[in-house]
């Protein structure tokens, strides 16, 4: 039983098109959560969803647009595409209200633009 | 504004021995801080979490410090093994805010050579 999936697992496009990504988890999670990490590795937050409400939102651009559609599935939708949206996103979640939470992340969908 | 840095990029160690990462933040006060396990191509996984008012956490083979005063964590591996090697992330919290978010540090690459 995977407990946070993410789908496509690769994607390649070209620039200027529009993508999404979905992640659902089976965790009975509160809260969810978008992170990219770019080619230095480095995790940044993107969002974050709790109980389908957007709590943060980290300057990231407007051609990114997450959708809550319920507590378990937070969907990420990119327009426009660019080069530097290359990178891997991960979907994470974690228990709203634990104190040191640890987050559970899916696996990436690790996205080239060309 | 928060900085979080894992002072090597990479470390090589000798079988057997121990590993010891760490993990210096500035501009923060965290209530506590996390460490994660990355494999190539996969998501991260949570290994251990440590409190403010907590000096030293020990899972198996896994140990964590936490020095407020130097603003430091080290994160030790005793008795390492070619399967350690992995990429580890330190992520800081501060609850409280009004919305839970946790950032990572770059990570450090640590291979063990058999």
């Known amino acids: 039983d995977t407990a946070v999936s993410q789908t496509p697992k690769y994607l390649v496009t070209q620039m200027g098109n529009d993508k999404s990504i979905k992640c659902e988890q089976n965790?009975?999670?509160?809260?969810m959560y978008w992170y990219k990490q770019d080619s230095k590795k480095f995790l940044k937050i993107m969002f974050s969803y709790n109980n389908k409400e957007l709590i943060i939102n980290e300057t990231v651009p407007n051609r990114f647009s997450p959708k809550s559609p319920d507590k378990a599935h937070l969907n990420l939708h990119i327009n426009s595409l660019e080069l530097g949206d290359s990178a891997v996103y991960f979907c994470?979640?974690?228990?709203?209200?634990?104190?040191?939470?640890?987050?559970?992340f899916g696996e990436g969908s690790r996205l080239t633009v060309l | 504004s928060q900085k979080i840095e894992q002072n090597s990029e990479a470390l090589n160690i000798q079988e057997g021995k121990t590993a010891t990462l760490t993990c210096n933040y500035t501009?923060?006060?965290?209530?506590?801080l996390q460490w994660y396990r990355q494999d190539p191509g996969r998501g991260p996984v949570f290994l251990l979490l440590?409190?403010?008012?907590?000096k030293e956490k020990r899972k198996e083979r896994l140990k964590v410090t936490f020095d407020t005063t130097l603003k430091q964590s080290l994160f030790h591996i005793t008795a390492s093994q070619p399967a350690d090697s992995a990429t580890y992330l330190c992520?800081?919290?501060?609850?409280?805010?009004?919305?839970?978010?946790?950032?990572f540090g770059s990570g450090t690459r640590l291979s063990i050579r058999p």
């Open positions: 440590i409190r403010e008012n907590e």
């Open positions: 994470a979640s974690s228990q709203e209200g634990l104190v040191g939470g640890e987050l559970f």
């Open positions: 501009n923060y006060s965290p209530a506590y």
């Open positions: 992520a800081l919290d501060s609850p409280g805010s009004s919305a839970s978010k946790i950032i």
């Open positions: 965790l009975g999670h509160d809260t």
